[in-house]
């Protein structure tokens, strides 16, 4: 299984970015072909707090139980707001919109990074910078027009939402995109 914790978002913020894709998209157009972006579906984006990668299926009870003895938090607000890439415009290979939110989702993904060191889960060499991929570029090179799109989106809300859980998702790549399937939620 390919595995992933991660936190939901509501489909206000989800109908939001959608909208953002669909602006993004026709704006760039054939710099977008050359680019050889490849959308992400907005049913399936998400907060992502640790990526597990492939985890076999009898591993799957052992991190929900370390989860579950995380125990539970105050919720918290988050914003998502802005627009940037990865790893910079002069060579974009992820776009993706930001998320502003209090100390308390970087030390949630630090419980997390930590519970899931323990159970032999290599550690996130990067620090924690929360954002939501929409799109991956193939091809990355500069483009005025992904250039200037971001820059007047940088201060763009896509809306406000309060944490209060997060989940245990699978991860089942197809030829058309990724299925993603909530296996856990917590705190339960």
Same mark, same amino acid.
């Given at each position: 299984?390919? $595995? ?13 970015? @959608? *909208?953002? =894709?669909? #602006?993004?998209?026709?704006? +760039?157009?054939? @710099? ?19 990526? +597990? ?13 370390? $989860? ?9 607000? %988050? &914003? %998502? ?17 930001? %998320? ?6 970087? =030390? ?8 899931? #060191?323990?159970?032999?889960?290599? !550690?996130?060499?990067? #620090? ?12 990355? !090179?500069? *483009? ?6 971001? #820059? ?15 989940? +245990?998702? &699978?991860?089942? $790549? ?8 909530? $296996? ?5």
């Amino acid at each position: 299984m390919r $595995l992933f914790i991660a936190i939901d978002l509501p489909e206000s913020v989800r109908a939001a970015l @959608a *909208q953002q =894709q669909t #602006e993004l998209q026709a704006a +760039l157009g054939k @710099a977008g072909r050359e680019l050889g972006a490849r959308w992400t579906n907005p049913a399936g984006i998400h907060l992502t707090l640790k990526f +597990l990668g492939h985890v076999q299926d009898d591993r799957v009870q052992q991190i929900s139980e370390v $989860l579950a003895q995380l125990g539970g938090f105050d919720p918290f607000p %988050v &914003e %998502v707001k802005g627009f940037g890439c990865f790893p910079n415009l002069a060579r974009p290979r992820v776009l993706w919109a930001g %998320v502003e939110a209090p100390p308390a989702l970087a =030390q949630l993904a630090a419980r997390v990074e930590d519970s899931m #060191e323990k159970l032999g889960f290599a !550690r996130e060499e990067r #620090e924690f910078n929360p954002h939501l991929t929409l799109a991956r570029f193939k091809n990355p !090179r500069p *483009q005025t027009t992904l250039g200037a799109m971001v #820059e007047e989106r940088r201060d763009l809300s896509l809306g406000r939402f309060d944490v209060a859980d997060y989940f +245990l998702y &699978e991860s089942k $790549l197809h030829p058309t995109g990724a299925e993603y399937r909530k $296996l856990a939620k917590f705190p339960r």
